[in-house]
């Protein structure tokens, strides 16, 4: 049972450099999510989807794409990296309104 | 606002010892649920145990058990005979739903454990 699968699980960029990170859930799981995660700040939401088709910013979606063209698939793609989206990313999901989220195991990003 | 209250940055318990993670939320939702995740130094996300806002008996699943007192916005976790292992980030969590489309999660800043032997 694969869960939630990221990957890369580590990348260097350059500044200016465009990269996306994949995310794939084999739970036919509607909702999908991507979190950052920085120190002494907790988890916070990036974009979201509640379906294919179906998606929304979050909390600090400034430099990030997302879209969701089929329910197990929920990539974020960097356009324009900055030192600033340093950062441990952390894709999820959850089956609709109830039941927790299931996460990825991270994705450790390094903009230099 | 949604938002997630930790205010233990960090904590310290003796091995076999009961400890008490605090967490507080602000919703003006009625219909909400609150989530703990352990985050040990590997990195992962992993979920303990889960609340919902119109439970009345406070949720436990083995060693963790969840103090909710909806009055006080208050979901506390407590862990009891504390082990080794317990050493991790742990964060509080809640659901609601978001501006646009169903639902959202918040996170709180996280209390970081550390059990001595």
């Known amino acids: 049972n694969a869960g939630v699968t990221q990957t890369p699980k580590f990348q260097v960029l350059k500044t200016g450099q465009s990269m996306t990170l994949q995310c794939a859930q084999d739970?036919?799981?509607?909702?999908m999510s991507w979190y950052r995660q920085d120190p002494g700040m907790g988890l916070r939401l990036i974009h979201y989807s509640v379906g294919a088709g179906i998606t929304d910013q979050g909390e600090v979606p400034n430099g990030y794409n997302v879209s969701r063209s089929t329910t197990e698939d929920f990539p974020l793609r960097l356009l324009s990296a900055a030192p600033s989206q340093t950062s441990v990313y952390f894709c999820?999901?959850?089956?609709?309104?109830?039941?927790?989220?299931?996460f990825g195991e991270g994705s450790r990003l390094t903009v230099l | 606002a949604q938002k997630i209250t930790q205010t233990q940055p960090g904590m310290f318990v003796q091995e076999k010892e009961a400890v008490t993670l605090d967490c507080t939320y602000d919703t003006s939702d009625q219909s909400y649920g609150l989530f703990w995740y352990k985050q040990p130094s590997s990195g992962e996300m992993i979920f303990l145990i889960y609340q919902g806002s119109y439970d009345e008996q406070n949720a436990t699943e083995g060693r963790y058990s969840l103090n909710f007192q909806k009055a006080r916005k208050s979901a506390n976790l407590v862990i009891s005979a504390s082990q080794l292992g317990d050493s991790a980030m742990y964060f509080c969590?809640?659901?609601?739903?978001?501006?646009?489309?169903?639902?959202?999660?918040?996170f709180g800043p996280g209390t970081r454990l550390s059990v001595l032997p």
């Open positions: 739970m036919n799981h509607e909702y």
């Open positions: 969590a809640m659901r609601v739903a978001s501006d646009n489309y169903g639902q959202n999660f918040v």
């Open positions: 999820a999901s959850s089956l609709g309104l109830a039941g927790e989220l299931f």
